[in-house]
């Protein structure tokens, strides 16, 4: 196992979801992998947290990754955050993404947790993805 298509898997992830024009049109540009400093969009998209497991077998190493995706949204409904982690589901659920280090055997949703957030202001929706990797 390595963790060394970590980095390519991210910003295959990345690139693609800035890519989307569906995602755009809810999101604008708003698609960060550290939150933002200063004042945040009212809707955005956040790549976050990863735990890595090794996933070798006979054909060679490869790693499966548990990935969390999170829409924030300060509006007082869940809608506009349940419209834009659709569409990260639309572009991320069994996307065939090309990594610039090692391949991409699937990527795909595993689960979802909607919550409110800043004292019920806000919404989160955080969207989790599993993807197997394989370092050739």
């Known amino acids: 196992m390595s963790y060394a298509v970590a ?3 991210q910003s295959a992830i990345f690139d693609a979801l800035r890519a989307d024009a569906a995602l755009g ?3 604008g540009s708003g698609i960060f992998d550290a939150v933002p400093s200063g004042a945040a969009p009212d809707l955005y998209v956040l790549i976050g947290a990863e735990t890595v497991r090794a996933s070798n077998d006979k054909t060679g190493t490869g790693a499966r990754h548990q990935l969390e995706i999170s829409v924030v949204s300060d509006a007082p409904g869940f809608s ?3 419209a834009a982690a659709g569409a990260v589901c639309d572009v991320l659920d069994r996307a065939d993404l090309s990594l610039s280090r090692g391949r991409l055997v699937y990527l795909n949703f595993d689960r ?3 919550q409110r957030s800043d ?5 989160t929706i ?4 599993v993807a197997r990797v394989e370092d050739t």
């Open 112 to 114: 979802a947790t909607a």
């Open 7 to 9: 980095s390519a898997l």
């Open 126 to 129: 955080d969207l989790r993805f």
């Open 25 to 27: 049109a809810l999101v």
């Open 119 to 123: 004292g019920a202001a806000g919404r």
């Open 80 to 82: 506009a955050a349940k």
